[in-house]
């Protein structure tokens, strides 16, 4: 199993940045990927993006590409996520989890979230 | 984006009913569907991934079916550890984008 520690809560500033880190630990750092989700009380998840490390690839769902960075350090297996330009609206639960791919018919690979982190609470208010 | 829509949004039922949930995507997404639990305050929980594939350690009362764009999810008998509330998701295509939820409530 594939253990994911995050970092703690979060009270910013509207405008300010935040960064949550998920440490990753268990199995091969640098072959997963991994997806930071985020979620409003209330609300179903939103996902982000995500990185796989191997290739220090990210990418991002169209509304966070311009505010939102993903990195991973191989060194520390730990993975974070940078939100810039924080808004009021941001005020959510972050959630980091690992994307695992599945082959039920031999030759499809189908992607699903099966370790999650506990999350951090990030409360945007002035 | 692809549109994951949820129905119901809430349902209550007793101990031991059958619920049904439904999940329909914005275009076909084959069989790209997966189903989370969530109770409140943890993080969600895979349920069954690839439409109907459970996963390991999930009970076998859970079960889930589709296609193209209609699929449900089904609890033949609830338990009450079964109250919670429950989330579909496509990865056909990123965003990995998820339904808006049905809430599961003890009648």
């Known amino acids: 199993q594939v253990l994911l520690e995050q970092s703690g809560p979060e009270v910013k500033k509207p405008g300010s940045s935040v960064r949550v880190s998920c440490r990753v630990s268990?199995?091969?750092?640098?072959?997963?990927?991994i997806t930071w989700v985020r979620q409003v009380p209330g609300q179903g998840p939103e996902w982000m993006g995500r990185?796989?490390?191997?290739?220090?690839?990210?990418n991002y769902a169209q509304k966070f590409q311009d505010r939102a960075t993903i990195t991973a350090d191989k060194s520390t297996t730990t993975v974070y996520m940078d939100l810039r330009g924080l808004r009021s609206d941001d005020t959510a639960v972050y959630y980091c989890?690992?994307?695992?791919?599945?082959?039920?018919?031999?030759?499809?690979?189908?992607?699903?979230?099966?370790?999650w982190g506990r999350g951090t609470l990030v409360t945007v208010s002035s | 984006d692809i549109q994951m829509t949820q129905s119901p949004s809430s349902l209550s039922a007793f101990v031991g009913d059958r619920v049904t949930i439904t999940c329909r995507a914005s275009?076909?997404?084959?069989?790209?569907v997966n189903w989370y639990q969530q109770k409140p305050g943890n993080a969600p929980a895979v349920l069954i991934y690839?439409?109907?594939n459970l996963q390991s350690g999930v009970p076998s009362r859970f079960s889930g079916s589709g296609s193209g764009t209609d699929f449900t999810l089904t609890i033949s008998s609830l338990l009450p550890e079964d109250f919670a509330t429950y989330y579909c998701?496509?990865?056909?295509?990123?965003?990995?984008?998820f339904g808006q939820g049905t809430k599961l409530d003890i009648k």
């Open positions: 990185i796989t490390p191997v290739l220090d690839v990210a």
């Open positions: 268990g199995g091969t750092f640098s072959v997963y990927v």
């Open positions: 998701q496509q990865t056909y295509t990123t965003p990995h984008t």
């Open positions: 275009q076909s997404i084959s069989r790209y």
């Open positions: 690839a439409t109907s």
């Open positions: 989890a690992r994307e695992r791919t599945a082959y039920p018919s031999g030759s499809y690979a189908y992607p699903f979230f099966d370790d």
